[in-house]
């Protein structure tokens, strides 16, 4: 941890810039490595490059300033009710995990560390949570980490006690959100990704650092999303004219929402839209009926080939701990019912778990491959 706070240190202060890198996995460090320019020269008041979750293509890292940083940071402990000390339970080379040990050494804090060798282990919560010290306990979770630790009691009553659970990284589904609510958990659910710093819509509402509007809204008001404010990457690393940053102090994503009374929804991403039999479906407006069924601990929706549709909408259903999942026609009905015909899965699998990718979302890419 020594070299650790040294180097963030100088990150926070502005008088470095550092590029970090997945350990023990040779073939990311030597990919991102190259294609991020590793040891080449950079903007003067660049302070990080952050490599995006994403699994396909060329490698894109944000460039961050100290002060960028600084601003989320500070707009977070405003937010929360003031700065803390940090518990890390998630891999510090992704922006959610990097902020976690920059917050807390912002405040003073030596940030408490989950050891994730082995995985996540909710066991290991309780003891590490009153190890932490400061008047204020924070940590950061991604939703499979939050739906584990519901799982083992002495690691929620454990999270019931501190100040305040970021969730990020991937959608909180309402089923989810209500059970931790429900067992007292101070849940956040957050919105952002590396080119804002981490989260900077928190519950629905930017922070105070950040902006927020929608890019050409259809009658619904569901556009794109797009995101701006101090907390804003400068661009991508050898990427200087990326059409996602193309309006100066802006970010263009590549998600769909609105916003309601000042509050963001996200509806899905423009990305992964499948088109069936020349309709549209949003996978994630399909998951939010699935996920509402019993014996449903997650869900993913995806597009498969298909000769006469050009995609068949498929869901994979992971059951419930000692719960059945629901079987094909309960799942067709549900969402028939709710939505429509067309956005009814053509096909049901019942998998152990979901590959994930970055800091915890669904790698679709590689689910899609294995159900072929």
Request: proline content about 8%; some cysteine; aromatic content about 4%.
């Amino acid at each position: 941890m020594l070299n650790a706070r040294r180097d963030l240190s100088a990150l926070l202060d502005g008088t470095a810039a550092y590029l970090p890198l997945p350990a023990g996995d040779d073939a990311e460090v030597r990919r991102l490595s190259t294609a991020l320019s590793l040891g080449e020269p950079i903007d003067d008041d660049a302070a990080l490059v952050v490599s995006t979750s994403g699994t396909t293509g060329t490698p894109k890292g944000a460039i961050h300033t100290a002060a960028s940083l600084r601003a989320s940071i500070d707009a977070t402990a405003a937010v929360l009710g003031g700065p803390g000390s940090w518990l890390l339970a998630m891999p510090p080379h992704h922006i959610a995990g990097l902020q976690v040990m920059l917050r807390s050494l912002a405040a003073g804090y030596d940030p408490v560390v989950l050891d994730l060798a082995a995985g996540f282990d909710p066991a290991a919560l309780p003891a590490l949570l009153d190890s932490m010290p400061g008047d204020r306990r924070y940590t950061s979770l991604v939703p499979v980490q939050l739906r584990k630790a519901l799982d083992d009691p002495r690691a929620t009553a454990a999270l019931a006690e501190v100040d305040a659970i970021l969730v990020g990284g991937a959608a909180t589904g309402p089923a989810l959100a209500a059970r931790a609510l429900g067992a007292g958990l101070p849940i956040v659910r957050t919105y952002g990704m590396s080119e804002t710093a981490g989260g900077c819509v928190y519950d629905g509402v930017p922070l105070p650092a950040a902006q927020m509007r929608i890019a050409e809204p259809n009658a619904d008001g569901v556009g794109r999303v797009v995101l701006g404010g101090a907390t804003l990457a400068k661009g991508y690393r050898n990427l200087p004219d990326h059409p996602a940053f193309a309006e100066p102090g802006w970010f263009l994503t590549d998600d769909l929402g609105a916003v309601d009374d000042g509050v963001l929804q996200i509806v899905g991403r423009a990305d992964e839209a499948i088109s069936t039999g020349g309709l549209t479906v949003v996978p994630q407006v399909v998951e939010a009926v699935i996920g509402d069924l019993p014996g449903v601990a997650e869900c993913a929706v995806l597009g498969l080939p298909d000769d006469r549709l050009g995609e068949r909408v498929v869901a994979a259903i992971v059951p419930q701990a000692g719960e059945t999942a629901p079987d094909a026609a309960t799942v067709r009905a549900a969402v028939t019912d709710r939505l429509d015909r067309y956005a009814a899965p053509r096909e049901v699998f019942v998998l152990g778990a979901l590959p994930r990718r970055g800091p915890g979302k669904v790698d679709r890419r590689a689910l899609r491959e294995s159900l072929r």
